[in-house]
């Protein structure tokens, strides 16, 4: 057993202390909790969110094997670090209650998030001070030591050890500053993976431009421009941008999430994200909800809103949100689904969305549910449901059956049922205008006309029309003002199925205006008929 080591607020000595850790974590954590850089560092970030910090400056440099972490946050002092920070899975966040000093939900619970960072780096090196405190200390975390050492002590397992010292600072500073060090190879080449920089850079100044994109606005329409289907398909450094973006309560864009529309659950999503007062400085670009879509040409789109209690025996669950539908695939492809959020933060592997809607059934609506994107806000309960890993759900607790009946029943009454088979129907109707435009287009064309109306004959109709058709399907009357009049034989055209008429019905035009061209000259009209079949394929691409 090995005797723990007690941390002091005395100045100028190099004092060393021990990261512990409850046994009951053990598994989880050598199995790699964080599966990405983004999962890691999104852990750092909410710790600053915690703390009241206003602005979180991260400053990625992979050639220098270093990314730092400043935030302007409450900062700690070496007494706070070694009983909560370097204490995995004991978290103190919520003794005080549920609430940040600045009215913020805590997201911290379960007291892993520092442990996150093992997954990328060799190194921690953290300095902190306290507002009002004339004091900061400097720790030093070796990684690879925690990575071997497995000793255990009093009440928990020693992971490793860190250095520490105190030493003077203004009593009216408070911040925190983290730097991870020594990053492993597949971090490096992931944040160093600067493409769309590169390409844009001027040959002339190697450093100009290492933001192409100004802000995130620029990004989110940079993928509706490129019609990316999925944020696979941006480079590696982008990825992180997204997905880091993803798990942080920082605020959507200006316009977003849903471009020229205003909704008051959406208006009340904004204005309580307005006063978190939370901006996080990635790279000169400050992170938004990577969560945009604008109105594009064709596309409509529908949107319904909800706010909701549901009590369970003793308890309550208590969520707003929206879902937003439209009349075609919803791209990039990871929007697709539902983002639930607790603490603001969603529980989902990677970019904050389930596309299996909370595992709504698979053999409905298959193509619909492609179709929608929704976010719920969890604002009490359901914590308790969620792993530690926080990426899903334990599926058999109370709080999530009922959230998942709730969804999957507006689903079925609500969205599939009314607002996506809506979308589908104009969706449909706007195919066939289209498609009787083109199909008008194409018959003035081939018939050189400005424009042409049909005119189906009956068997009972005046014997002066009925000589016209003379046992064919149509006939051409060409008229002085450069119009033409399509004269059917309805009796004719009923043997024929809709779309095979649909096809032969320009044929016949094609021939009826060949055969009045050439004026009876078999050889002529044959080299005009094909001539004609020609053109009308041509103007069809």
């Known amino acids: 057993?090995?005797?723990?080591?007690?941390?002091?607020?005395?100045?100028?000595?190099?004092?060393?202390?021990?990261?512990?850790?409850?046994?009951?974590?053990?598994?989880?954590?050598?199995?790699?909790?964080?599966?990405?850089?983004?999962?890691?560092?999104?852990?750092?970030?909410?710790?600053?969110?915690?703390?009241?910090?206003?602005l979180v400056t991260i400053r990625i440099k992979p050639i220098q094997d270093i990314i730092t972490i400043i935030d302007d946050g409450e900062g700690m002092n070496a007494l706070e670090f070694d009983e909560n920070f370097a204490w995995i899975s004991k978290?103190?966040?919520?003794?005080?209650?549920?609430?940040?000093?600045?009215?913020?939900?805590l997201i911290g619970?379960?007291?892993?998030?520092?442990?996150?960072?093992?997954e990328i780096c060799d190194e921690l090196e953290i300095i902190s001070t306290k507002k009002d405190e004339s004091i900061k200390f400097t720790a030093k975390i070796n990684f690879k030591e925690f990575r071997e050492k497995n000793i255990e002590v009093d009440g928990g397992i020693i992971k490793g050890s860190y250095e520490l010292i105190n030493s003077d600072e203004d009593k009216?500073?408070?911040?925190?500053?983290?730097?991870?060090?020594?990053?492993?190879?597949?971090?490096?080449?992931?944040?160093?993976?600067?493409?769309?920089?590169?390409?844009?850079?001027k040959k002339r100044n190697k450093d100009f431009a290492l933001n192409y994109f100004k802000d995130m606005r620029d990004l989110l329409e940079h993928h509706y421009k490129t019609k990316l289907r999925t944020f696979k398909e941006d480079n590696a450094y982008i990825?992180?941008?997204?997905?880091?973006?993803?798990?942080?309560?920082?605020e959507y864009i200006k316009e977003g999430p849903v471009e020229s529309i205003k909704n008051k659950i959406i208006e009340e999503i904004k204005e309580m994200h307005t006063k978190f007062n939370f901006k996080v400085d990635l790279d000169g670009i400050f992170l938004k909800k990577p969560i945009f879509f604008?109105?594009?040409?064709?596309?409509?789109?529908?949107?319904?809103?909800?706010?909701?209690?549901?009590?369970?025996?003793?308890?309550?669950?208590?969520?707003?949100?929206?879902?937003?539908?439209?009349?075609t695939t919803i791209f990039p492809r990871e929007l697709n689904g539902v983002a639930i959020r607790i603490k603001n933060v969603p529980v989902a592997p990677r970019f904050g969305f389930d596309s299996s809607l909370l595992s709504y059934p698979t053999y409905t609506n298959q193509i619909l549910r492609n179709w929608i994107s929704g976010e719920v806000y969890i604002e009490e309960g359901l914590e308790a449901a969620m792993n530690i890993d926080r990426k899903?759900?334990?599926?058999?607790?109370?709080?999530?059956?009922?959230?998942?009946?709730?969804?999957?029943?507006?689903?079925?009454?609500?969205?599939?049922?009314?607002?996506?088979?809506?979308?589908?129907k104009w969706g449909k109707e706007e195919r066939n205008k289209k498609k009787k435009e083109n199909k008008n287009n194409n018959q003035k064309n081939i018939l050189e006309s400005s424009k042409v109306v049909f005119k189906e004959i009956e068997e009972d109709s005046n014997t002066e029309k009925l000589d016209l058709i003379k046992n064919t399907p149509l006939s051409i009357s060409k008229q002085k003002d450069n119009s033409s009049v399509i004269y059917v034989d309805k009796k004719i055209k009923e043997r024929y199925k809709k779309k095979d008429w649909d096809i032969l019905e320009n044929i016949f035009l094609i021939f009826e205006s060949a055969y009045s061209e050439s004026g009876g000259?078999?050889?002529?009209?044959?080299?005009?008929?094909?001539?004609?079949i020609d053109e009308w394929n041509s103007s069809k691409k």
């Open 1 to 54: 057993m090995v005797e723990e080591k007690k941390i002091t607020l005395e100045k100028d000595i190099s004092q060393s202390g021990n990261i512990k850790v409850h046994a009951k974590i053990i598994d989880d954590l050598s199995s790699g909790i964080y599966s990405s850089p983004a999962s890691c560092i999104k852990e750092l970030i909410n710790n600053s969110f915690d703390a009241d910090a206003k």
């Open 109 to 118: 619970k379960i007291g892993i998030g520092f442990i996150a960072v093992n």
């Open 392 to 424: 899903s759900f334990r599926e058999t607790h109370p709080h999530f059956l009922a959230l998942q009946n709730y969804l999957h029943k507006l689903l079925a009454e609500e969205i599939f049922a009314k607002m996506t088979l809506g979308l589908y």
């Open 239 to 250: 990825q992180f941008i997204i997905d880091l973006a993803s798990y942080i309560p920082v």
């Open 294 to 327: 604008p109105k594009r040409e064709g596309v409509k789109f529908d949107l319904i809103s909800f706010a909701e209690k549901i009590k369970i025996n003793d308890e309550m669950i208590k969520f707003k949100g929206y879902f937003y539908a439209q009349n």
């Open 172 to 201: 009216n500073e408070h911040y925190t500053i983290i730097r991870l060090v020594g990053l492993k190879n597949t971090v490096r080449d992931l944040l160093n993976d600067r493409q769309y920089f590169s390409e844009l850079a």
């Open 521 to 532: 000259d078999i050889k002529k009209l044959k080299t005009l008929f094909y001539q004609k």
């Open 91 to 105: 978290s103190n966040k919520r003794n005080k209650g549920l609430y940040s000093k600045s009215n913020r939900p």
